[in-house]
């Protein structure tokens, strides 16, 4: 059974109230204007991939975004999430934005090509009527820029998996079909995001193991191929792959309560003033709500 980590994060950051959640309606599904195979796919990641030279996102709330280009080095780019599961990314960055897994794909002619660049963010977001207002359509923009026909929205953490939801809903509405690989199933099934697939892995480990390329591109391969198939709104295809370790649901789970203060400093953020005890005004709650009523509103 898959993890759940929604009751998870909450349990581990008590006495906090339980942590916010948006439960939305289907969402707005855009179909492929052309085949997979002469498709140009577009990363968004939100693991925080930064440029080494320039500065890290600020670990809560930073709505902006990061432009990287697909001929960077894997050595030019560092994820700066500060997510308890942020090790694999750390160890191999196409473990959490897996560009060099097009370009594969597309020598391969599974794909027509990668983006000329892709973006990343850190999707530990509370304030998420901004990824309505200004992230989402900043990314909309940027892989229209790009040229992209598809995109692969790749999210991180708990927290990562409701704001990455909630931007490929947006990015989907703006007409630009979006594909996301949760790793978090309870989430993904009350964000609905336009399609999506679950790969049961440890949190963590988004498209694979650091490391093993020829995993990695077959599970993109296999979340790319989502957009070619016809799929209600919302739903969330089970992806194949199997964890080779049995009882990895027990480790993460120890792993989320070593180190839980981690998770409580995030959390407290939630709250003005902010808060670890969670006893200020719960505006991520707030901004849960309103995230629901602008999806009711079809904005989203």
């Known amino acids: 059974m898959p993890v759940g980590y929604l009751e998870l994060m909450s349990e581990i950051t008590e006495p906090m109230p339980p942590l916010p959640m948006v439960r939305l309606s289907p969402p707005p ?3 492929l204007e052309r085949p997979l195979s002469e498709s140009t796919v577009m990363i968004v990641s939100s693991a925080g991939v930064h440029l080494r030279t320039d ?6 709330d930073d709505l902006t975004c990061r ?8 050595t030019a780019l560092r994820p700066c999430h ?11 960055v ?11 794909l597309a020598e391969a002619g599974l794909i027509g090509a990668p983006a000329p660049f892709h973006v990343s963010t850190l999707g530990a977001i509370k304030k998420v009527t901004r990824i309505v207002t200004e992230l989402g359509p900043a990314v909309a923009a940027a892989a229209r820029e790009a040229g992209a026909d598809l995109v692969m929205v790749v999210p991180l953490c708990p927290a990562c998996h409701q704001a990455m939801g909630i931007l490929a809903r947006v990015v989907e509405r703006s007409g630009i079909p979006t594909v996301t690989v ?23 480990y988004c498209v694979g193991h650091p490391g093993d390329d020829a995993e990695q591109r077959a599970i993109v391969a296999e979340v790319l191929a989502l957009a070619e198939q016809s799929l209600e709104p919302g739903e969330i295809v089970d992806l194949p792959f199997r964890w080779p370790e049995k009882g990895w649901e027990a480790e993460i789970i120890e792993h989320y309560w070593d180190e839980r203060e981690t998770v409580r400093s995030q959390r407290a953020k939630e709250f003005e003033p902010a808060s670890i005890a969670g006893d200020g005004r719960h505006v991520a709650l707030e901004e849960a709500r309103a995230v629901e009523e602008m999806a009711s509103q079809g904005l989203l």
Not at 55 to 60: N, T
Not at 82 to 92: T, V
Not at 94 to 104: M, W
């Open 29 to 31: 599904l855009v179909p």
């Open 55 to 60: 500065r890290p996102f600020e670990f809560v």
């Open 67 to 74: 432009r990287l280009p697909q001929t960077l080095v894997p």
């Open 82 to 92: 500060p997510s308890p599961i942020r090790r694999p990314g750390r160890q191999d």
């Open 94 to 104: 196409n473990v959490v934005h897996p560009y060099q897994r097009l370009a594969e």
């Open 182 to 204: 949760s790793g978090a199933r309870d989430i993904t099934e009350r964000v609905r995001p336009p399609r999506a697939a679950y790969l049961d892995f440890p949190l963590g």
